[in-house]
């Protein structure tokens, strides 16, 4: 099995991805915030009940040698679907943007990216100590 493969690191590859596909969209809400009849847009957030169900974590198949195991499946995509964010009040011009809402949105999204990698380094280096690197 390939380090990268790991299915703890897969899970973190995957939630990487969909919070630099977060941080794209919300840019595009920020650079069209004059824009008139822009709607905001936002990505659909992650399911944690339906990774533990295998039905979106990318990487290998674990083997389930017992019932009480959790199955993850291969599969997962890079491509995480996209949203309108109803909530927010237009302007006369149409335009749903709320500067100071996107970059609260910025902030936790840089924020939690921060801390998958963080994760994703300490995962690497448990590794490697465990192998004698």
């Not at 709320?98 to 998958?116: C, N």
Request: no cysteine; net charge negative; hydrophobic share 35%.
């Amino acid at each position: 099995m390939d380090l990268p493969d790991v299915p703890l690191l897969a899970l973190l590859r995957e939630r990487m991805s969909w919070l630099h596909q977060r941080q794209d969209t919300l840019s595009q809400n920020v650079a069209n915030a004059d824009t008139p009849g822009y709607v905001a847009r936002d990505l659909k957030p992650q399911d944690f009940s339906n990774i533990l169900r295998g039905e979106s974590v990318a990487g290998n198949r674990l083997t389930i040698t017992d019932p009480r195991h959790i199955a993850f499946s291969s599969g997962g995509s890079t491509q995480f679907d996209d949203m309108t964010t109803p909530d927010q009040e237009s302007n006369p011009d149409g335009n749903t943007v709320s500067l100071e809402q996107e970059m609260i949105k910025v902030s936790d999204t840089q924020a939690q990216f921060q801390a998958a990698a963080n994760l994703y380094a300490k995962a690497l280096t448990m590794m490697k100590t465990a192998i004698g690197h």
